[in-house]
């Protein structure tokens, strides 16, 4: 059989102010597509498939929509990660079983194996300590790694020895990468060994894809949320061969980084992605950023010549120095220097001559 292991949708995210929809609307449809076109036997969604837990009515239509014909041409396999509200995914879940959906929200008993051909599947979502805790209460948890342990050689025990054994689950590891989108849901990281002895271990809730073990693996948000994350992929497992391979997923629009010299980045051709515009040759004043986005409209960030976390560029003077420069066009005169500092020092001891 083989798996496609991806998550971290976030259906119904924006970046810089820009809504995302359409983008994750195109990605649904490409994830579609693969799932034809690489002969895909199940799907794993592996958490935070909402941007938020009270997301937008538009984001819920299209996780429903997906869902819906996702199901049509496989079962899936569904975690709650840390943004996903646990009680919305899995309301209805056992009729949703009979749809060929199978959604593990809130951890409110043991795990339970799902049987699919010769291969267990074995869901842990997003997990607090003090619910392991109250399912194996004889056990002494301490941190999430011991209640991730605990969980784990539970399915140890009870897994069946001739399947194939998949484990999802929505936990950060120890050895991972995080990069700018990621925020981590609290709690220390879970060693990489306490999956020991899993043929696959399909892992959400980091955004870049990596593989912090042998057959553990974060296969990564399949659209790039920040301008630190590198090509997007998805992952599909070979219950076969074991064999672990990475498949391209790219969408019309997307994230870049430009860097270089205002009138040399004006003369390229206008670009719908997204973009970070660092300018090596000017501040990033308000007219220089509408003239830049008067050619890139998608335009999200843009710095300048100086370091804006620079301890000059917080001084009173050197703000009004860049701002007449950016914005009036001229260097500021020292009479108008002189009355900027009279104001403020008065400003600063309560109006006193005004």
Not at 124 to 149: C, F, K, W
Not at 226 to 252: H, M, Q, Y
Not at 307 to 336: M, Y
Request: hydrophobic share 40%.
């Amino acid at each position: 059989m083989r798996i496609l292991h991806t998550g971290d949708l976030h259906f119904g995210a924006s970046l810089g102010g820009f809504s995302l929809l359409a983008e994750q609307e195109e990605l649904a449809g490409t994830l579609l597509s693969l799932v034809e076109r690489e002969r895909i036997g199940a799907v794993l969604l592996t958490g935070d498939l909402l941007a938020r837990t009270a997301a937008p009515a538009e984001a819920v239509s299209l996780y429903d929509r997906f869902l819906t014909a996702l199901c049509g041409k496989c079962p899936v396999y569904l975690l709650a990660g840390g943004d996903d509200s646990a009680a919305r995914l899995a309301s209805l879940s056992g009729l949703l079983r009979g749809a060929g959906l199978y959604v593990q929200g809130s951890l409110r008993e043991r795990p339970q194996p799902v049987r699919q051909a010769d291969v267990e599947f074995w869901m842990l979502p997003h997990v607090r300590t003090t619910q392991v805790r109250a399912l194996y209460p004889e056990a002494d948890i301490r941190g999430n790694s011991g209640a991730m342990r605990v969980l784990m050689d539970d399915i140890r025990a009870r897994r069946d020895p001739s399947a194939v054994t998949v484990v999802a689950a929505h936990c950060l590891v120890e050895g991972t990468v995080l990069c700018e989108s990621d925020m981590p849901e609290g709690g220390a990281r879970v060693s990489p060994s306490v999956f020991k002895g899993m043929d696959y271990v399909a892992l959400g809730q980091l955004h870049r894809a990596q593989q912090p073990a042998e057959n553990i693996r974060y296969a990564g948000a399949p659209y790039p949320y920040s301008f630190s994350e590198c090509a997007k992929t998805v992952t599909v497992f070979d219950t076969e061969s074991r064999g672990i391979t990475a498949l391209p997923v790219r969408t019309s629009r997307t994230l870049r980084a430009v860097r270089g010299r205002f009138a040399d980045i004006l003369a390229q051709q206008p670009s719908e992605d997204y973009l970070k515009i660092e300018l090596t040759d000017r501040n990033a004043g308000l007219e220089t950023r509408n003239t830049l986005r008067a050619r890139f409209p998608h335009l999200v960030t843009l710095l300048g010549q100086r370091g804006e976390t620079a301890e000059a560029s917080r001084l009173p003077v050197d703000l009004l120095a860049r701002f007449c420069e950016e914005i009036g066009g001229t260097p500021a005169e020292q009479a108008h220097t002189d009355l900027f500092l009279t104001l403020l020092r008065e400003a600063r001891e309560g109006g006193a001559g005004a």
